[in-house]
C-alpha cells in the first residue's frame, strides 16, 4: 500500500511556471511507476506524462516541452514541472503510482494505476 500527497498547486499567469510534488509514502518507492493526469470541471481524467522505474518518460502531445517528469527515489517523489503555462492547463492534477518490475515500461491509462493522490489545483489565468 502507498499513499500519495501531492502539492505545488495553485493561480499562475499564463507563461508562469510551477513545480508540482507528489510524496509518497512506503520503503519500495523505486518499484513504482509514476504518472501525472489532470482533469478540468466536466471533462475526464486526461494523461499528462509518465515515468517508468527505470526513468523512461512520456508526455501527452499538449504539454510535450513544457512539461518535465522526474523522480528523486531517495526522497521517494516524484515532481512535475510545468513551464510556459496556458489557461488551457488549468484542472485538479493527480498523481498515481503502481508497482512495476521493468523499468522501461510506463502506463499512460488511469486504469492502469492502482494507487492515486488526492489531487491539486492548478489555475492559470490569461
Known amino acids: 500500500q502507498v499513499q500519495l500527497v501531492e502539492s505545488g498547486g495553485g493561480l499562475v499567469q499564463a507563461g508562469g511556471s510551477l513545480r508540482l510534488s507528489c510524496a509518497a509514502s512506503?520503503?519500495?518507492?523505486?518499484?513504482?511507476?509514476m504518472g501525472w493526469f489532470r482533469q478540468a470541471p466536466g471533462k475526464e481524467r486526461d494523461f499528462v506524462a509518465a515515468m517508468s522505474t527505470g526513468g523512461t518518460t512520456y508526455y501527452a502531445d499538449s504539454v510535450k516541452g513544457r512539461f518535465t517528469i522526474s523522480r528523486d527515489n531517495a526522497k521517494n517523489t516524484v515532481y512535475l514541472q510545468m513551464n510556459s503555462l496556458k489557461p488551457e492547463d488549468t484542472a485538479v492534477y493527480y498523481c498515481a503510482a503502481r508497482t512495476s518490475y521493468s523499468s522501461t515500461v510506463y502506463y499512460t491509462k488511469f486504469t492502469a494505476y492502482d494507487y492515486w493522490g488526492q489531487g491539486t489545483q492548478v489555475t492559470v489565468s490569461s
Open positions: 512506503g520503503r519500495t518507492f523505486s518499484n513504482y511507476a
